[in-house]
């Protein structure tokens, strides 16, 4: 009986043209008329056909079926519209075992950015090794203190006279001493030429300088002959230029141009040991000696305070300069004593900050700092150092206290006025009112040291003040109006330091101080750039 209603099933399907067979059909009859034909009459095609009828309604076909049922997806598909899928719903269509542990994300994250990082670590100490041998490379084209050498004994062959017009010249920069003599050496230009193919030959390096242009830039006698100890100081102090700028290229580890004070403080140390002027500084004594030195440096170029100074400001300021004399086995006392580097000043300075330093902590407090310059200073202006410094626990320490003697002994640097302005400048306003001046004057009259001279009133300094700087607006003093008048250092003595207040009272009645080098030398107006 199952087949028979197989085959009527089938039957009605062909009626309705699902089959995809033509069998004729004119009468709901037609199914019985075929309810005789056996099951082996069906084609495989037409078992097909029914079978997937049978499951379209949910229905499982029977054994006898199971072979034509087709093996695709039961349902029957229809021409309708893709739909799109977003992509969010398609992540969520991912099964979860497809998706990683939150570990293992981490963990793949951090070895990505560990390799990152070690690449980035190799890539770094590769360009530091091609700057190293960059540096190395142009230190050999440069040229040697052996070079210098050789080439001094080479003029002197290539000479043609020798006068006693000029004293021979000291090359002390490049620490090759040319012989002190009454003679000057001079040599033509064909025997320049001859010293030429001898340089080139011996020492490559410094074939460089034998061009007609240096030749030419300096002043030849009336036989064209040109002073060969003049040409050998130039090249000598050429040459160490550059072997002191590779040296510092080699500190700047960035490559920007600028050391910072770490790396300006270890030039110093390396420079120390070959200095002849500090042959006689204790071992123990150096470190101290390093920051006294550097700051200098940082003081006068680093106008921002950065803590960074820029490698060609340094190396052509007048403070550079003075540090190389240094390299002199002999000074004038004059010139040592005036020398801010040289052991004289350092003993000078350094002592007045331990003298100062009375509980030997290291740092000063304002009832020790007030003794400074044997208490010269008003009250007012040593809180004003305080209110306006670095300060650690409300106590100065040494770096702070060589920038006051720094500005203390060049106080016509700009660097100097503006360190003192930034203590006149009561309301951070940047300019100096009458209401400043009178603050500070008053202070000075409580000075002990005051009370036995005459009276002078507020307003007659404030009036002298003004007529000293003239200031573009005749209500208030600016930094600019200071530099352009000339006379700022004498306002900040008469505002600040008794001292200075009573020498400029007594300007007119003392004679001139001598030049001698002795007490606070400033050491000259260098400082380098403004």
Known sequence: MLCERLRAHAASLSSKGQTGHDRSSSNSSGGSAQSGKGLSAWTADELADVAAALQAKGVQPPSVLQPFAPQRSTTISTPTATPTTSAADASAAIPTFYRPRLG?????SASSASSSTAASSANAKLQELARELHLAHASRQVGSRADLDKLWQQLELCSDITTTAAPAISAANATTSVKSSKEDVRISYARFTECKAWVQQHTPALSVYFTPATYLMFEADAKGCISSTALFEYISQT???QQIRLGFCLFDSTGAGFVTEAQLERFIAQQVPSLPQLEDLEEDFRATYVVYACRKFLFFLDPLRSGRVRIDSLLLSEI???????????????QLAANWFALPTLTRIHGQFMDLDVDGNGLLSLNEFINVDSGALSDAAVE???QTCLT???ELDYKGFLDFKLAQLQPLHARSLHYFFRLLDLDHKGRIDAFAIRFFWRSMLQHPTMQAMPIVRPEDIVNEVFDMIKPENPGFITLQDLLKSGKG????GILTDVNKFIAYENRESQPPA??????DGDGGDDGGDD
């Open 239 to 241: 040459v160490v230029f």
């Open 514 to 519: 001598p030049a001698d080098g002795d007490g």
């Open 489 to 492: 250092d004498t306002v900040v």
């Open 384 to 386: 004003r150092v305080f």
């Open 392 to 394: 650690f626990g409300g």
């Open 104 to 108: 293992q994300t981490r963990k793949a």
């Open 320 to 334: 550079f300069a003075e540090f190389l004399q240094l390299q002199e086995a002999k000074l004038p006392k004059k």
